[in-house]
Structures are given as C-alpha cells and as structure tokens.
Nanobody
Framework: QVQLVESGGGLVQAGGSLRLSCAAA????????MGWFRQAPGKEREFVAS????????YYADPVKGGFTISRDTAKSTVYLQMNSPKPEDTAVYYC?????????????????WGQGTLVTVSE
C-alpha cells in the first residue's frame, strides 16, 4: 500500500523560506516521477513542480520558477519542496504526488498517488 505523507507546512512570512517534505511508503521514489500540486482557497488545484524518475529532470509552474526547488533523497525515500521567498499568493494546501500515469508530451501529467496535503500560509 502506497502512502505519501507531507510535513513541514505552517505559517511563514513573505520573503522567508520553508521546506516541505514528503515521505513515501510503499513506493520507491527514485523509480517514479514525483511532484507537488497545490490548492488555494476558492481555487482549483494546480501543478507546482515535478521531478522525473530517471535523470531527475525537473519541471516548474511559471509562478514558482526561480523561487521553489524540488529535490529527492532516495536513501530516505523523501521528496522535498524548498520554498524561498514565498508570497501571500503561495498560500495553499500543498499535496505530494507520485507515479505519473501520463507524460509531459501531452501536458501536465496525471499522478496515481496523492498525499493528504499540508497547509502553507504566507503572511504579508
């Protein structure tokens, strides 16, 4: 049984930094594409970042490019999202995802597994 468990969410000031973690159980994160989505209050869920299973190629949504970094520690089976200089508009529930069922050839991949989410609130 696959479980993705996020942690590290909380309150952060704009311009600060925060690191989200996603511990993957039942899934070797180095063998699957992993990523992060988010959902802000009153908005649809949106893609944030992903990392490919082989080669480690990364993808980012335009609003977070240059500020957020996705990485993976295969020994710990954990995926991270480093958020530098977040803005109030980055406030959202962040979801860890794993095992892409589609490829970037046809757009943002659909992921098979989702975590429960962790709330990030960015204050002014």
């Amino acid at each position: 049984q696959v479980q993705l468990v996020e942690s590290g969410g909380g309150l952060v000031q704009a311009g600060g930094s925060l690191r989200l973690s996603c511990a993957a159980a039942g899934l070797t994160c180095s063998r699957y594409a992993m990523g992060w989505f988010r959902q802000a209050p009153g908005k649809e869920r949106e893609f944030v970042a992903s990392i490919e299973r082989s080669g480690g190629r990364t993808y980012y949504a335009d609003p977070v490019k240059g500020g957020f970094t996705i990485s993976r520690d295969t020994a710990k089976s954990t995926v991270y999202l480093q958020m530098n200089s977040p803005k109030p508009e980055d406030t959202a529930v962040y979801y860890c995802v794993g095992d892409a069922m589609t490829t970037w050839n046809i757009g943002i991949p659909h992921f098979r597994y989702w975590g429960q989410g962790t709330l990030v609130t960015v204050s002014e």
